[in-house]
């Protein structure tokens, strides 16, 4: 006779609940995963390897580096012969596990929104961030917007470049130094006469001007500043020249800045001149760069979030001070001197370098603008 309130104990083949119980891993099947896990793995890094061997990088390929801890595949790895992707089971971690996707890359990712939104008219909003990719790209390439599409496709650029600095070099980038770059790179579109209209090709550059180093009038000072950008290893130096009336030599100086953007070294080689001319009782001067964007930050208002406000903000206390100066822009054309020793700075020891005496690296082009030399360039009208 059986106890009706007994009931066997579950069998070991089932969990209580009546669920079958999991299987133990094969530990034969499992190394073999490994094998070929460690197989593709080194496949994938004798292709880099070669790669890189030939000076390449994985951001050159626009590779989506990716940390995994589950074993995996080369599909999974996006491996596709030497042109490669890396992926994290498509989910972009920065993001707090959305999905990666190329709009996500160039327009929806919570900080690459937030510069977008600072160019678009609120009214378009809707519209801009709920269009797919192709009709996306298609309409605002074709847009009639003045100059709308040059921004635009800078700002896809400059947005791609914004995630790879971030996924490969762990650089965590602000939406005012993304809109900083873009205004930069405005700039020099619009210095080189390619924006203006709504055509993405160049403008007929239909006017040839004549350049010069126009030398400053009585006692007046003329410093001549510029700075200098390597992109292939990201140093920055900064470089100027003091003259007078008669384009001699007075002071020279010379910095190597360690790494950068090219706006810090603009902005950096401003504040060594207007330094300089303090110390030295240099009460009347004349400034000049060929870095528009520089002087648009210096007398405008700008956002105290902006990576540049701390510097901008010193250069207008100088400039603040109980003395004439006065900022211009001039073309590359006239600024020869400045940037030859903006180049020549890479290459001197951290610090300051004063130069009291002409450098021999300029000493040939400060003559040649002492006697008025001149040098054309083509401008759109």
Same mark, same amino acid.
């Given at each position: 006779m059986?106890?009706?309130?007994?009931?066997?104990?579950?069998?070991?083949?089932?969990?209580?609940?009546?669920?079958?119980?999991?299987?133990?891993?094969?530990?034969?099947?499992?190394?073999?995963?490994?094998?070929?896990?460690?197989?593709?793995?080194?496949?994938?890094r004798?292709?880099?390897?070669?790669?890189?061997?030939?000076?390449?990088?994985?951001?050159d390929?626009?590779?989506?580096?990716v940390?995994?801890?589950r074993?995996?595949?080369?599909?999974d790895?996006g491996?596709?012969?030497?042109k490669?992707?890396?992926?994290?089971n498509?989910?972009?971690?920065?993001?707090?596990n959305?999905e990666e996707?190329e709009?996500h890359?160039t327009?929806?990712?919570?900080?690459?929104?937030?510069?977008w939104?600072?160019?678009l008219?609120p009214?378009?909003?809707?519209?801009?961030?709920?269009?797919?990719?192709?009709?996306?790209i +298609?309409?605002?390439?074709?847009?009639k917007?003045k100059?709308?599409?040059s921004?635009?496709?800078?700002?896809?650029?400059?947005?791609?470049k914004?995630?790879?600095?971030?996924?490969?070099?762990?650089?965590?980038?602000?939406?005012?130094s993304?809109?900083?770059?873009?205004?930069y790179?405005?700039?020099?579109?619009k210095?080189?006469?390619l924006?203006?209209?709504s055509?993405?090709?160049p403008?007929?550059?239909?006017?040839?001007?004549?350049?010069?180093? +126009?030398?400053?009038?009585?006692?007046?000072?003329?410093v001549?500043?510029d700075?200098?950008?390597?992109?292939?290893?990201g140093?920055?130096?900064?470089?100027?020249?003091?003259?007078?009336?008669?384009?001699?030599?007075?002071l020279?100086?010379?910095?190597?800045?360690?790494?950068g953007?090219?706006?810090m070294?603009?902005?950096?080689g401003?504040?060594i001149?207007?330094?300089?001319?303090?110390?030295?009782n240099?009460?009347?001067?004349?400034?000049?760069?060929?870095s528009?964007l520089?002087?648009?930050?210096?007398?405008?208002?700008?956002?105290?979030a902006h990576?540049?406000s701390?510097?901008?903000?010193?250069?207008?206390?100088?400039?603040?001070?109980?003395?004439?100066?006065?900022?211009?822009h001039?073309?590359?054309?006239?600024n020869?001197?400045?940037?030859?020793?903006?180049?020549?700075?890479?290459?001197?020891?951290?610090?300051e370098?004063?130069?009291?005496?002409i450098?021999?690296?300029?000493?040939s082009?400060?003559?040649?603008?002492a006697?008025?030399?001149?040098?054309?360039?083509?401008?759109?009208?």
């Amino acid at each position: 006779m059986t106890n009706p309130h007994y009931s066997s104990p579950p069998s070991k083949a089932t969990e209580p609940g009546g669920r079958p119980n999991p299987k133990p891993p094969d530990p034969s099947k499992q190394k073999q995963k490994d094998s070929e896990y460690f197989e593709q793995l080194n496949q994938i890094r004798i292709s880099q390897k070669i790669w890189t061997e030939s000076g390449g990088t994985l951001s050159d390929l626009g590779a989506t580096q990716v940390y995994t801890n589950r074993l995996c595949g080369l599909t999974d790895l996006g491996y596709h012969g030497p042109k490669f992707t890396w992926k994290r089971n498509g989910v972009m971690e920065r993001c707090h596990n959305v999905e990666e996707s190329e709009l996500h890359a160039t327009r929806d990712c919570y900080i690459i929104k937030q510069g977008w939104m600072k160019l678009l008219d609120p009214n378009n909003h809707d519209d801009f961030f709920s269009l797919g990719l192709e009709d996306w790209i +298609s309409k605002n390439l074709s847009g009639k917007e003045k100059n709308w599409n040059s921004k635009f496709a800078l700002m896809c650029w400059l947005n791609w470049k914004h995630r790879n600095e971030q996924v490969f070099n762990n650089k965590q980038g602000s939406v005012a130094s993304l809109m900083c770059k873009l205004e930069y790179h405005l700039s020099i579109l619009k210095e080189s006469g390619l924006l203006n209209g709504s055509s993405i090709g160049p403008n007929h550059l239909d006017k040839e001007i004549w350049i010069h180093w +126009s030398p400053p009038k009585g006692s007046c000072v003329k410093v001549n500043v510029d700075g200098s950008h390597w992109s292939h290893s990201g140093q920055i130096a900064c470089g100027g020249v003091f003259r007078d009336a008669y384009g001699n030599w007075i002071l020279g100086f010379a910095k190597n800045l360690g790494k950068g953007n090219s706006l810090m070294a603009e902005l950096k080689g401003i504040w060594i001149g207007l330094s300089l001319a303090w110390e030295h009782n240099l009460r009347n001067l004349i400034i000049e760069t060929d870095s528009l964007l520089a002087l648009k930050l210096i007398q405008e208002n700008v956002d105290k979030a902006h990576t540049m406000s701390p510097l901008i903000s010193s250069i207008r206390t100088m400039l603040s001070r109980e003395w004439y100066v006065s900022l211009n822009h001039t073309y590359r054309e006239g600024n020869r001197v400045a940037d030859i020793l903006a180049n020549y700075a890479h290459n001197v020891p951290f610090g300051e370098c004063v130069l009291d005496k002409i450098s021999d690296v300029c000493s040939s082009v400060l003559y040649d603008d002492a006697r008025g030399l001149c040098l054309n360039r083509r401008v759109a009208t």
